[in-house]
């Protein structure tokens, strides 16, 4: 399993922006693809965003497509999720998963994602 560590997360206005980050601790962070889900109270556990192993395709969730990016720098072992134009409704814990062999239709699946990160709070003002 893959360690993974978020952070960047906060309290922002709607409108705002935040970047979270994602650390692994794995020697072969190129052959994982990556995700970020995220769950508010009361709620699922939803899809937002992921990407594929070795920098590949990304997909995303249809209420964030052209306002959140993701995106990895394997040199840092390190996923991040840009969100600007926040919304009050984006308010939830955000957790990066980790997952190998993955293929594109099992991207939005968190069932397909074998390591979790402890998540980190974000809260959209409005």
């Known amino acids: 399993q893959v360690q993974l560590a978020e952070s960047g997360g906060g309290l922002v206005q709607a409108g705002g922006s935040l970047r979270l980050s994602c650390v692994a601790s794995?020697?072969?962070?190129?052959?994982?693809?990556l995700g970020w889900f995220r769950q508010a109270p009361g709620k699922e556990r939803e899809f937002v965003a992921a990407?594929?192993?070795?920098?590949?395709?990304?997909f995303y969730a249809d209420d964030v497509k052209g306002r959140f990016t993701v995106s990895r720098d394997n040199a840092k072992n390190t996923v991040y999720l840009q969100m600007n134009n926040l919304r009050p409704e984006d308010t939830a814990v955000y957790y990066c998963?980790?997952?190998?062999?993955?293929?594109?239709?099992?991207?939005?699946?968190?069932?397909?994602?074998?390591?979790w990160g402890q998540g980190t709070q974000v809260t959209v003002s409005s």
């Open positions: 794995t020697g072969s962070f190129r052959t994982y693809s």
């Open positions: 998963a980790a997952g190998q062999g993955l293929i594109t239709s099992t991207m939005h699946s968190g069932a397909a994602y074998g390591s």
């Open positions: 990407i594929k192993r070795y920098g590949g395709a990304t």
